[in-house]
C-alpha cells in the first residue's frame, strides 16, 4: 500500500468520525495503527480527544469486495451477540460503504498475553492460577453457542453459513495436506488412503447437529481481558456450527499449550455445564474427539500459510506444538481409525525435528 493510499483511508476515517458526530476537531484526533495478527484487515487505536478512546477496524486492500462482506458479518454478528448478552465490544458506529467499524476499546491484553505474564512468574504452577479462568470463559462460551444461535440469520455470514462436511475436506484437511504438507514442508508422496481417511473423519464430524453459533477461531489471542472481564473479539466467521469445536478450538490452543490432564479437568466442566442446559453430554463426547482432530488440521493449514505466504514469523513457533496436539489426539483411541494420518504425523515431527 502506498502512502497516499494509507492517508487517503485515514482521511475517510477522520470524516466518517466527524459526520457521525464523534469528533468536532479532525486535527484533535489520532489514529495509531495496531498488529493485526493473522487477518488482512487494519486497525487502528483511535484517540477523539472528546469522546474517548476507541478501535476502529477497516477492510485490508488485497480484496475488496471480499473484505466489505466481511465487515458486514462482523457489524451484524456483533451486533447481535451484544444483544444477546454475550461479552463482545460494542459497535458504535458502522460505514456500510467502506466497512468501517468504530468498536468499543478494550485495551491491549488478550488472554495470551496474561498467560505469558503468569508463565513467566510462576512457572508450572501457572495452570492451578488459571484454571479458574478458563471454567468461566467455557461457561461464557456454553452460553454464547446457545444464545447466540437464537434468531441468528443466516445471512449475515460471509464466508459459509454452516459447517459441514465440504468444508472440513476443503478448508481444514484439505488446507492442511496443501499449505503445510506440500508448500511448507516440501511433502510429495501420500498414501492413496489418506483421503479416505479425511472423509471417515468429516463424516463423523458431520453427525454433529451443526445448530448452534460457532465462533470457528476461539482461542487465546481472540479473547482479550479488560478491567478484569473476558470478552470475545474475532467473531466475524461466525456460521452455525456443532458445540464440540470452539472447545476444541480453546482447550487444543497452540498458544496456549494447555496441559493435557488441565484439558480434561476444563472439558469435564464442560460437560457438567451442557447438563445443567439439559443437553447430552455422552451424545457431546461421541463427536468432541473428531472435532478437535479437524480443528487441530485447520491449525496447522492456517500456521504454515501464515508463516510462508504472508511471511508472518510469530506464527512459525506454535507449529511444533500444534502437531504434538495432533498425534496426542491420534494416539489416543480415535487414531485407530486414522493409521495412515497418524504415519503421517510422526512423519512430519521427524521432518520438524530436523
Known sequence: MTHSDKNNQQQQILDFLHKEGFVADIEKVSLAPLAGDGSSRMFFKIKTGMNGIFCGVLPGNENVKKGIAEAHAAYNIGSHLQKRGIPVPAIHAFNPENGFILFEDLGDTLLYDELQERKNKSGQQVWELTKERYKEI????????????????????????????????????????????????????????????????????????????????????????????????????????????????????????????????????????????????????????????????QILGAFAFLSEHKQKVFFKQFILPATYSLQHLLNGPEGDNYPHLLKLSEKILGLLDK
Open 138 to 297: 467455557i461457561e461464557l462460551l456454553l452460553y454464547m453457542q446457545i444464545s447466540g444461535s437464537v434468531r441468528f440469520d443466516r445471512k449475515w455470514c460471509w464466508d459459509t453459513q454452516r459447517y459441514d462436511k465440504k468444508l472440513m475436506l476443503e478448508k481444514e484437511s484439505g488446507y492442511f495436506m496443501q499449505a503445510f504438507c506440500r508448500d511448507l514442508l516440501g511433502m510429495q508422496n501420500f498414501s492413496p488412503k489418506l483421503s479416505d481417511e479425511f472423509k471417515q473423519l468429516a463424516g463423523r464430524a458431520a453427525r454433529q447437529p451443526a445448530v448452534y453459533f460457532l465462533h470457528r477461531d476461539f482461542q487465546s489471542r481472540n479473547i482479550m481481558v479488560a478491567a478484569g472481564e473476558v470478552r470475545f473479539i474475532d467473531f466475524q466467521g461466525g456460521r452455525l456450527g456443532p458445540l464440540g469445536y470452539d472447545l476444541a478450538s480453546l482447550l487444543i490452543d497452540p498458544y496456549a499449550q494447555i496441559p493435557a490432564e488441565i484439558q480434561q479437568e476444563l472439558l469435564d466442566h464442560y460437560l457438567e455445564q451442557l447438563c445443567t442446559y439439559g443437553l447430552d453430554d455422552l451424545a457431546f463426547l461421541r463427536g468432541y474427539k473428531s472435532l478437535a482432530l479437524q480443528r487441530n488440521l
